[in-house]
């Protein structure tokens, strides 16, 4: 994956997400990418989200180590979402 396209597979999966629609289509997203299919663009963004909430997740551990950290709400919405794979 290079950086262009990870930033408009970013960019493409935000605005769909902008518009409240129920399920991310990544066929749309592949076809702005064009050099991945609907399944690699669906893996690299779980791949991405799981990075950027085990990032969180070491961080909020660091400043509060005693406190166990309930889910994150949207991130548990977004992945049930994307879990639909459509």
Known sequence: WTT????LLM??????LSL???RICWIAVSKLIQTKTPRQCYDQYIHIRKKQTSRKDYTQTQELPNIQKKNDDETTKLLNQLFDFV
């Open 20 to 22: 409240k629609r129920s």
């Open 4 to 7: 262009e396209e990870i930033c």
């Open 11 to 16: 960019t493409q999966v935000e605005q769909q």
